[in-house]
């Protein structure tokens, strides 16, 4: 498995608790890549504002196509197929639904390395339904060669995206808005491995297991619970294909209780990898909630009043563990 | 430039490509896409044993020319084309073809076949794939071209107008696109339901060179692969070709019933008979 140490030689890491932007860190780690390796290109459907440093380093390796999703992932294949390295930028949404059939047969089919860099994953948008990917993770970890990682920290996009470079398959790195996320770790002490997960929080009493934005609702959650003497563990399961089975099946031995929490459909995501995980391997927590978008479209607002809406931000987390430990 | 004898051994080489195309449709117990593999048998012979620099010993070659099937239903009639330039065995794909675990199928799949440069099959995909080609090859300063053969069919898809618009928008010079415009779909004539026309000045609108011709006129195609603009230049080049769906066999021309179909014994023998009193003609011209 492909390993990145957080703040290899990206220039702009930035500290615990800081905030930062994962759509800033893309670009920059871009053009770190696009230095390194000259065979790195950029494809996007009109996302120039956020690849302008990209561009403005190698104009030769980047293409916009304008609003064109299909034609800009089958670009992609076919500079995979000359030997190329493509990172398509976009928002998760249209990357994985307008192209998604050229994502399967062009990318996936020929098991071609194209990066796919994917923003306003879950309801972070403010947008509405139309422009909320609830449904990303459901359709691409089922996608055949394709592997998937939802990141909370923004220094983490950059970490995964040099990992990506060794990583031989097709990669689908998803994150929240990509603007003021909060630092969740030290970038000196973390280091990121496709198919490893991060355990963020040490705790006895239950695991809280979450990807992207909600990892960091989870570690409030936790900080909360540990205020009324519930000890809860908060695991940072970024990488969702391949998921990493050892730390989970450690979890609900060493905690029994299992709360999934991400900012996607219940059904489909993580919560269900989880599940299946579980039932193959003939293991049964004492207990076991998902906590994420229910089958609903959802309203507008900002991504915090969205997920208190629907009970998953960290005051619905609270309630879950509460009601869960009895 | 194709003198008279070229072009005479290339349309011999079309009639050979037809009679494999009946052969392996008697011989395959399911549908064969006929209508579509036809209507493209002069282009897909002109390209690989005239127009395109490639070579079956050296199937990896860098400055080798680039072919995507976009029409991938037509995957019968490249295997034959290739076959009949040495790519494969023609013999190994009338054996195998469409059974589980052979690399010749309905639809091409570059993972199992080698010798392909992309795997395609749904439609409208194999434009924006050469057009990812084109691009990688351009920036690498390489002199090779990108073919693609496309159908009028797939043209309704938006991902090829989506691929045209940023061909013509980038100048890509290297590439070479040709619609087998046979005005039929899958179920209807083109015109029926759908117009394409006019089909060669939409090409143009999207900043295309556009050549028209016909399709199954073989010194008129050699004459438009020799006469191609040069690959640095700043458009890229869509070969409109007018042809008949089904061309060869009198029952097949035109006919929906025969975009894909099963050949049995019967048919075959009327089928072969109009190929060989073609092909005599054809001779009889020559001598």
Known sequence: ?326 | MADREQVRHLEGMAVEMRRNLLRLALSFDGPVHLGGDMSMTELLIALYHYGMNVDPADIRAAERDRFILSKGHGAVGMYIAMALRGFYEFDDILATYGQFGSAYGMHPCRTQLPALESSTGSLGHGLPIAVGLAFAARQRKQTHRVFTLIGDGESCEGSIWEAANTAGSYGLGNLVGVVDFNKQLMTNLNGNTMNLEPFADKWRAFRWNTIEVDGHDMAAICDVLDNLPPADGNRPTMIVAHTIKGKGVSFMERSIAWHANNLNQEFFDIAMAEIDAAAAKLEGAVA
């Open chain 1, 1 to 326: 498995m492909s390993t990145a140490v957080m703040n290899s030689p990206a220039k702009n890491v930035v500290k615990l608790g800081d905030k930062a932007a994962g759509r800033g860190v893309m670009d920059q780690v871009l053009v770190d890549l696009g230095t390194e390796n000259e065979d790195v290109w950029t494809v996007c459907a009109d996302m120039s504002t956020y690849l302008g440093s990209f561009r403005k380093a190698f104009p030769d390796r980047y293409i916009d196509v304008g609003i064109a999703e299909q034609t800009s992932v089958g670009i992609a294949a076919g500079l995979a197929l000359e030997g190329a390295i493509p990172f398509v930028a976009g928002m998760a949404p249209f990357i994985s639904m307008r192209s998604l059939e050229q994502v399967r047969s062009d990318v996936c089919y020929q098991d071609l390395p194209v990066k796919f860099v994917a923003w306003y994953g879950g309801l972070t948008t403010g947008g509405g339904s139309t422009h909320n990917a609830m449904e990303d993770i459901a359709l691409m970890k089922q996608l055949v060669n394709m592997d998937v990682v939802s990141v909370g920290d923004p220094n983490m996009v950059g970490a995964l995206m040099r990992a990506s470079m060794d990583h031989p398959h097709p990669l689908y790195i998803r994150f929240g808005v990509g603007k003021g996320d909060p630092c969740l770790y030290d970038p000196e002490t973390i280091s990121v491995e496709i198919g490893k997960g991060i355990l963020a929080r040490e705790g006895s009493d239950a695991t809280i297991l979450a990807h992207g934005d909600l990892v960091f609702e989870a570690l409030r959650a936790a900080e909360a619970l540990a205020e009324t003497g519930v000890n809860a563990r908060v695991v940072d399961m970024y990488s969702i294909k391949p998921l990493d089975k050892e730390l989970l099946l450690r979890c609900v031995e060493e905690t029994g209780h299992i709360v999934v929490v991400e900012d996607h459909l219940t059904f489909g995501g993580l919560a269900s990898s989880i599940a299946d995980a579980l039932m193959d391997e003939r293991v049964m927590p004492r207990s076991f909630r998902r906590l994420g978008v229910p089958q609903i479209y959802s309203g507008f607002g900002s991504p915090q009043v969205n997920w208190a809406q629907y009970g998953y931000d960290r005051g619905g987390i609270v309630a879950a563990v509460i009601e869960m430990l009895g």
